[in-house]
Structure formats: C-alpha cells, structure tokens
C-alpha cells in the first residue's frame, strides 16, 4: 500500500518560514491535500489539490508538489498557526484514502 | 453552513457491534461523497470508508473491510457506519467528512466534530 512520510515535528519562531514535507513513491504524480487539526478540534482543510488554497485561509499558506515530495509552507508564522499538520492523497492502485503520520507544528 | 453531526458512539466490548450515523445540513446531500475517518486516541487520522453520491461506489481501509459497512439515505440526509466485530483498535473518534466531489474521492471539505467509539472488555 502506499506510504507517506512526515516528519514528526516541525519548530519555528514566529515570523518565520515553517515547510513541512510529505514523502511518497513518485507522490508528484497525485494530488496532494493537506489539514490542519488544533487540540480536540476536527481538521481543516488548508491545502487541496497540491497548491490551491480554501476560502478563509491565509495566503500565508502554500503549497508545492514534485517529485517524491510534496511541501506545505507556512510563511510570516504565527503563534495560532501551531497544530498537527496531515496530508493525504488518493492511491487509485489500492483503491484507499492515505493520510500521513502527522507533523507537530510548534511555533517557538 | 454545511453541518456534520455524528451520534452513535459509545462503549461497548470487543466483539460488539455499533452502527453510527451522520446528519448532514447546510448542502444538497445527494450530490456529494462522504467519508468516514477516525482517529484514535493520541494518534493520527485514518481513513475508514468512502461512499459516492449515488452509492455506487464504495472504498473500505483493509483493516475495516468485511467487517464494516458504509451507506447513505439520501432521502433524510443521512450517512451511516455499521461497524461488527469491533476489536480494542477500532477504539477512536469517528469523523463524518464531506467529499469535494461526488464520484471518485477528491478531498475531505466538511468535517463533522467526531463521536468516541470505545472497544473495550
């Protein structure tokens, strides 16, 4: 089945530049979609279709997909950006919705 | 506003079985996909189940399939779970999720605030 990888945790000081990756077997070929999840909160979608952003986020948000990875990157950081970050891609060979492991976004 | 509303949770021990629901408001039901996703405690998300607007098409996680069940009454805008043979791992939050499109899955719009299901003896 297909895999993605995130790093565990990302930190960053506030006006700063977070990017958080996301790894997969030629991942540059799907469409990439990525969530943001506060404490006992549900998620938010922040990112879909690699680059394209939803209503009410901030352009402070971005996104790239090439190769074998993908990349969100959150710029001018601020303290109520820090929360768990997923991307997630359909895998049209298994047929299955995959999520990856999450990335703990801590703005210093 | 879309609204998602989950309900059915509980605890019950392994074996058991549950079936959860999801009342949907704020968009033409019929005309979108839905999902399920959990998240156990602690953990991150996984995706469980994919229905179409129809019901055509249906995607289960392999560590679901054959024992969980996915479908949808278009007519009352509702989306189901029936979970059988529930074991101590299936213990999570379960979240119902919009679909941005309504054939194959797209990405996951809408999420409702999730209800607990807790498998344990």
């Known amino acids: 089945s297909y895999v993605l990888t995130q790093p565990p945790s990302v930190s960053v000081a506030p006006g700063k530049t977070a990017r958080i990756t996301c790894g997969g077997n030629?991942?540059?070929?799907?469409?990439v979609h990525w969530y943001q999840q506060k404490p006992g909160q549900a998620p938010v979608v922040v990112m879909y279709?690699?680059?394209d952003r939803p209503s009410g986020i901030p352009e402070r948000f971005s996104g790239s997909n090439s190769g074998n990875t993908a990349t969100l990157t959150i710029s001018r950081v601020e303290a109520g950006d820090e929360a768990d970050y997923y991307c997630?891609?359909?895998?049209?060979?298994?047929?299955?919705?995959?999520f990856g492991g999450g990335t703990k976004l801590t703005v210093l | 506003e879309v609204q998602l509303v989950e309900s059915g949770g509980g605890l019950l021990q392994p074996g058991g079985s549950l079936r959860l629901s999801c009342a949907a408001s704020?968009?033409?039901?019929?005309?979108?996909?839905m999902s399920w996703v959990r998240q156990a405690p602690g953990k991150g998300l996984e995706w469980v189940s994919f229905?179409?607007?129809?019901?055509?098409?249906?995607y289960y996680a392999d560590s679901v399939k054959g024992r969980f069940t996915i479908s949808r009454d278009n007519s009352k805008n509702m989306l189901f779970l029936q979970m059988n043979s529930l074991r101590a791992e299936d213990t999570a939050i379960y979240y119902c999720?919009?679909?941005?499109?309504?054939?194959?899955?797209?990405?996951?719009?809408?999420w409702g605030q999730g209800t607990l299901v807790t498998v344990a003896s």
């Open positions: 999720a919009k679909d941005w499109g309504s054939r194959q899955p797209q990405y996951f719009q809408h």
């Open positions: 704020g968009f033409t039901f019929s005309s979108y996909a």
């Open positions: 229905i179409s607007d129809s019901g055509s098409n249906i």
């Open positions: 030629n991942i540059g070929s799907k469409s």
């Open positions: 279709y690699d680059s």
């Open positions: 997630q891609v359909w895998d049209s060979t298994s047929d299955q919705e995959v």
